[in-house]
């Protein structure tokens, strides 16, 4: 059985499917439906039910849906219906007003669970962070809610929008401004020893040296982006947060000598700055105000340009060793495996080394200066970079896991077979075709054979089976654009590009002589995401 749990026949009436919920038909016909043929892409058909039932349907996806709202899939009952329903011996009217309430539900329902392509976006591109690296947040990102014409993505965002410096947009998320803060007040407690002529005044200079270090840090993160730009690499976004910066590289180096040069220049620029602000400081008196702010921006650039040396994922030295080891070994995988491993050990020791060496004035505090909270703070300080630290490197593991099993994912292998179907046929004779065929999924063509919409599997599981003969396929189908139609030959990152680029449920696929040749389920595409995920490397 491939990743999309389907084997290509059509199953007896009374097994049950292993990886899928079926849809709730009744069950297939007594006779056992033909095989599909070899060239067409690999099906399942469920059937559930009593053997006297003749509408069976295809097998759909797993989707989320209330409890109170959701056929009963299991065993041999019929789907839970409203409670005034209408008999099968009642009036024409009542069973016509029927049929609409329950087209109206299925769309409703097909409207409801929000499932799209998986976007995986932030799950394979590159991060570059100042001071501390973490990758972005994985799992499904938001997608279209079904039944949902399709749209093109948004544009990422991550705070206030600050410009586009190289055609790259800078948000400052709304954690700088807690830091800012939190320098401000420090760095004004230390003005107050060396400048206490200043006042209240020295809060404002404080807040000017919390600005000019970040502006230090864009720079840094600036320098990832043009390295990254020259090796024609996109770059999404640049965000400045609480521990520091990030530039978002949407894609992986293709040799280690680039890596190595995308992941150097951010700490080369950073020291360029100390050196810099190390001249600038010539000229000027060492007690006055500017020589306090060139002083602190040169010793901060300096710890910026140290910490990211540091050896290990997620931090740009991590990523150096990554080169190193990628270009040595020749697999980029194992520089991976190497440096997040240098890169957990690194926590640890930040965990237990940074409050040591604070306490014992290794930082510029002596033991007599260092007071209670002094010591919780270190500890605090050290258990939020270690954890940082930590699940960048754990972060890093899985991205490279995950673009060593992208090519395996391939349209071909996930695609289901599809049945042809015009606009005005009941869904009860559709989901009998479907099943005959063993197919899992419908295609709306009109009279020439075109193919016009999809059918969605939310719908067809939102309209109750005694109702489905009176139900036309085109009132629970999504109208087809350009980019729902997937070439059958994409594969691995350009299938999930393609996907992200119309959010959709399914998407019909075709072979390069624009044939039909299936129908691909988003959430077919998920479940081999993260059945690949899962898998050791």
């Not at 993505?153 to 586009?164: A, D, N, Q």
């Amino acid at each position: 059985m491939d990743v999309s749990g389907a084997s290509g026949q059509p199953r007896s009436g009374d097994d049950q499917p292993t990886d899928h919920p079926a849809v709730p038909t009744p069950p297939p016909p007594a006779a056992e439906a033909p095989a599909p043929t070899e060239d067409g892409p690999d099906t399942d058909t469920a059937a559930t039910g009593t053997p006297d039932s003749n509408t069976p349907g295809p097998e759909a996806a797993r989707t989320e849906e209330p409890e109170d709202e959701t056929p009963d899939t299991t065993g041999t009952t019929a789907p839970k219906t409203e409670p005034h329903e209408t008999g099968a011996d009642e009036a024409g009217a009542d069973q016509a007003e029927a049929d609409r309430a329950g087209a109206d539900k299925a769309e409703a329902d097909g409207a409801k669970t929000p499932e799209g392509a998986p976007d995986t976006a932030a799950d394979t591109h590159e991060t570059h962070r100042t001071l501390a690296h973490t990758e972005p947040p994985t799992g499904p990102a938001p997608g279209m809610a079904k039944g949902e014409p399709p749209r093109p993505p948004k544009e990422p965002g991550g705070g206030i929008l600050m410009g586009r410096p190289f055609g790259v947009p800078v948000y400052v998320a709304p954690s700088w401004f807690l830091v800012a803060a939190l320098i401000t007040w420090v760095f004004g407690g230390q003005l107050d020893r060396v400048l206490p002529e200043l006042g209240a005044a020295r809060y404002l200079v404080s807040l000017f040296f919390a600005v000019a270090f970040y502006a230090s840090v864009l720079v840094h993160e600036l320098a990832h982006t043009v390295a990254a730009i020259r090796f024609k690499l996109p770059v999404r976004r640049i965000q400045l947060q609480f521990f520091g910066g990030v530039s978002e590289i949407e894609k992986e180096a293709e040799t280690p000598g680039r890596e190595f040069v995308l992941a150097f220049v951010g700490p080369l620029l950073s020291l360029v700055l100390a050196g810099l602000f190390y001249l600038a400081m010539k000229p000027v008196q060492p007690g006055t105000v500017p020589g306090v702010l060139l002083a602190g921006l040169m010793v901060s650039n300096l710890i910026v340009a140290a910490f990211n040396l540091l050896p290990g994922l997620p931090l740009d030295g991590g990523r150096m060793l990554r080169a190193v080891v990628w270009k040595i070994t020749g697999k980029p995988m194992s520089g991976t495996v190497a440096a997040a491993w240098v890169g957990r050990a690194l926590a640890v020791a930040v965990l237990v080394g940074l409050p040591l060496l604070n306490s014992s004035g290794g930082l510029g505090g002596g033991t007599e200066e260092s007071g209670g909270m002094d010591t919780v703070t270190d500890a605090l300080l050290a258990a939020i970079l270690a954890a940082i630290i930590w699940t960048g490197a754990g972060n890093s593991l899985r991205m490279a896991r995950l673009r060593e099993h992208l090519p395996e994912l391939r349209a071909r292998t996930l695609t289901r077979r599809a049945v042809p179907v015009e606009t005005d046929t009941p869904l009860s004779e559709a989901l009998r075709r479907a099943n005959a065929a063993g197919a899992r999924a419908l295609v709306v063509v009109d009279a020439d054979g075109h193919p016009l919409s999809l059918v969605r599997e939310s719908a067809i599981v939102g309209v109750p089976e005694h109702r489905r003969p009176w139900v036309p396929v085109s009132g629970l189908a999504q109208d087809l654009t350009d980019d729902m139609r997937v070439s059958a030959e994409l594969s691995g990152e350009e299938l999930l590009d393609a996907l992200r680029a119309a959010p959709a449920t399914e998407y019909l696929v075709v072979e390069n002589t624009g044939e039909i040749y299936g129908v691909l389920s988003a959430a077919d595409v998920e479940r081999a995401f993260v059945k690949a995920m899962a898998r050791p490397s």
